[in-house]
């Protein structure tokens, strides 16, 4: 079992920054693909960002060249720094660790609790 703490949400105006961060207390897991994933009610849940084991990454087309997703095995944490950020990106914002080094949405299944962003134009 992965246990996974999300945190750094918040309300902020179109074009500030945020960083959420997610721990990992037991310890991050090794050679398996992570990711941030988010969802607004009544729509489904879009994978934002991933990261798998050799630190190769992938992005959602509209947070290109703005979100950067990283993880420190050192400190258990996986990051995700959102700048210019535009009211649409208002969402709850979950990450999740997968059970191999497949980044397929399928193989998620350890969830956090997930943070509120909120972007105010």
């Known amino acids: 079992q992965v246990q996974l703490v999300e945190s750094g949400g918040g309300s902020v105006q179109a074009g500030g920054s945020l960083r959420l961060a997610c721990l990992a207390p037991?310890?991050?897991?090794?050679?398996?693909?992570m990711g941030w994933f988010r969802q607004t009610p009544g729509k489904e849940r879009q994978k934002v960002a991933t990261?798998?084991?050799?630190?190769?990454?992938t992005y959602v087309d509209p947070v290109k060249g703005r979100f950067t997703i990283s993880k420190d095995r050192a400190k258990n944490t996986l990051s995700l720094q959102m700048n210019s950020l535009k009211p649409e990106d208002t969402a709850l914002y979950s990450c999740?660790?997968?059970?191999?080094?497949?980044?397929?949405?399928?193989?998620?299944?350890?969830w956090g609790q997930g943070t509120q962003v909120t972007v105010s134009s």
């Open positions: 037991g310890g991050m897991p090794a050679g398996v693909c």
């Open positions: 990261i798998d084991q050799n630190g190769r990454t």
């Open positions: 999740a660790a997968a059970v191999s080094q497949s980044c397929g949405i399928a193989g998620f299944v350890y």
